[in-house]
């Protein structure tokens, strides 16, 4: 349901079905003029009032709703922890020999081009688990205070 209410008269509540949209807001204005007309408003608004003046009129959310929303968002940021936790692992051991590799770039030794190609091609391996892993390190600390979340959401509720 959306709810309208107007500057000048913050006290009439006019609520159609549906989401706020340029559709409710007609509907709005409609049970606004039956108001007028039946002599129920006693303000008296200027000509060119329009939909887009109505004041939408929002809900005050909840504290169970917000607690819900809260475990529900902590249990996504743990959720992205495990997946990222997983890419980190299963590209690791690759990466790490890939990063070996790199070291003969800054020797003197001589390498060959199958050495440099095979080099190349790593560089996308350890581009993406470098890459995973810092947005595993970044999840990690988001996860903390996730975790936290559950844990209060968890507790017994005679302690």
């Known amino acids: 349901m ?3 209410t107007l500057a000048q008269s913050p006290e009439i509540i006019l609520t159609v079905p549906g989401k706020d949209s340029a559709k ?4 709005a204005m409609d049970q606004l003029v039956e108001l007028m007309d039946a002599g129920k408003l006693s ?4 000509e060119g ?3 887009q003046q109505l004041i939408e009129v929002k809900e005050p959310t909840t504290d169970s ?11 996504q940021v743990l ?4 997946t990222l936790k997983l890419k980190v692992q299963e590209s690791r051991t690759e990466a790490l020999e890939i ?11 001589s390498v060959t081009e199958e050495e440099i190609t095979r080099l190349k091609e790593g560089f996308k391996v350890l581009k993406n688990f470098a890459q995973a892993n810092v947005r595993y390190q970044e999840a990690r600390a988001r996860a903390e205070q996730a975790r936290q979340v559950l844990d209060e959401a968890l507790k017994s509720p005679d302690k």
């Open 79 to 82: 959720n992205n922890l495990a």
């Open 49 to 51: 009032f329009g939909p």
């Open 43 to 46: 303000t008296e608004l200027e």
């Open 24 to 27: 409710a807001r007609e509907k």
């Open 65 to 75: 709703t917000s607690g819900e929303d809260a475990i529900t968002q902590a249990v």
């Open 2 to 4: 959306a709810q309208y």
């Open 99 to 109: 990063r070996k590799a790199v070291d003969v770039l800054f020797s003197d030794n």
